[in-house]
């Protein structure tokens, strides 16, 4: 595991910082630089919209008594696409839209389903 983070801490902002690199030199160092502060402030503000929408599902669940397993999967997804949307780079922009936008956070929310179940609860319980 602890292999698994150094390698996702260090190798992450080499290929952010190359990708910059190359960016810079293609569209220009401004235009590099307008483009991530563009990313981070509209990923902010989809961050901000869909967090509210999933706090409204999840006190609409609690009101009528159900769980909101689904809701909390969701707002941790948008957790995460917050930091990585505020993290400077194309890579880290590219997997926070990922999660925030509903159809693609589906699919994600699938995958770690199956994840979880085969990994943590491989046993049916009875």
Sequence with gaps: MFFKLFLLFTIV???ELAILIKAGTIFGVFN????VIITAIAGA???KLEGLNVLYRIQE???NGI???EELLDGLLIFIAGALLLTPGFVTDILGFLMVFPPTRRI???IIKKYIKTHYFPYEIL
């Design 13 to 15: 902002p080499i290929i």
């Design 32 to 35: 590099t630089i307008a483009i």
């Design 45 to 47: 503000y989809l961050v």
């Design 61 to 63: 669940n609690i009101s």
């Design 67 to 69: 769980f909101p397993a």
């Design 108 to 110: 994600l929310k699938e």
